[in-house]
């Protein structure tokens, strides 16, 4: 099946800071989604995004579908912005999906 | 207000027993997805439903069961045969397969001793 890599795996920041999440994939893909998991356990939509960019806020992330690989772009970070971020994808053809990543754990600092 | 409800939010069970998860969701999805998170880990897939009344194993399947006899409901049997349960299970829906946005409910963390 498909494979989905996640790095880092582990970021930790100060707040204000920028960061960029790396999401690759194995295969080609008709979805692929970002999700911020809450301390609660909730995971929150941030993008569809099966190819291209978008933004939303602070947020943003591209898709290069041909290349196999997607980013998401944190800017001005808070500390609400902690938790775990996963890339999660559709295999083409595929009924399945979705396959996630291992997730980055990512911590801001006051 | 749309969404996904799992209940309850905690459960504890006795090795042996079976359990049942809710999983409601009101956005008239037709899909629904069962995935399984242990600590540290990203999500994996039980159980999928396409539509009612049909549903397909995912890759970790073994030792739980579903049912969908609505649109509306996709139940997840915890069985004595699971040989790890304690876990926290989320539920998904989206408007249909093959490339749509999915949405999670809230999860339901279960404890087995």
């Known amino acids: 099946g498909i494979q989905v890599e996640q790095s880092p795996p582990d970021l930790i920041l100060q707040e204000g800071a920028n960061s960029t999440l790396r999401c690759n994939f194995s295969?080609?893909?008709?979805?692929l989604q970002w999700f911020h998991q809450n301390p609660w356990g909730q995971l929150i939509n941030l993008f569809y995004?099966?190819?291209g960019t978008k933004q939303n806020g602070r947020l943003s992330a591209t898709t290069v579908a041909t290349e196999r690989y997607s980013l998401l772009y944190i800017s001005s970070s808070q500390t609400t912005d902690s938790g775990v971020y996963f890339c999660?994808?559709?295999?083409?053809?595929?009924?399945?999906?979705?396959?996630f990543g291992s997730g980055t754990q990512l911590t801001v600092l006051p | 207000d749309g969404g996904i409800t799992q209940s309850p939010k905690y459960l504890f069970r006795k090795e042996g027993q079976n359990v049942t998860l809710s999983c409601e969701q009101n956005?008239?999805?037709?899909?629904m997805y069962w995935y399984r998170q242990d600590p540290g880990q990203g999500l994996r897939l039980i159980y999928y439903?396409?539509?009612?009344?049909?549903?397909q194993k995912g890759d970790i399947a073994e030792g739980y069961s579903v049912s969908r006899e609505k649109k509306e409901s996709f139940p997840l049997t915890v069985t004595s045969a699971q040989k790890n349960p304690t876990a926290f299970y989320l539920c998904?829906?989206?408007?249909?397969?093959?490339?749509?946005?999915?949405?999670f409910g809230p999860g339901t963390r279960l404890t087995v001793t």
């Open positions: 956005l008239n999805h037709d899909a």
């Open positions: 999660a994808v559709g295999a083409s053809g595929s009924a399945r999906q979705l396959t």
């Open positions: 295969d080609s893909v008709n979805n």
């Open positions: 998904a829906s989206s408007i249909g397969q093959g490339g749509y946005e999915q949405y």
């Open positions: 995004i099966p190819s």
């Open positions: 439903s396409q539509i009612v009344n049909d549903f």
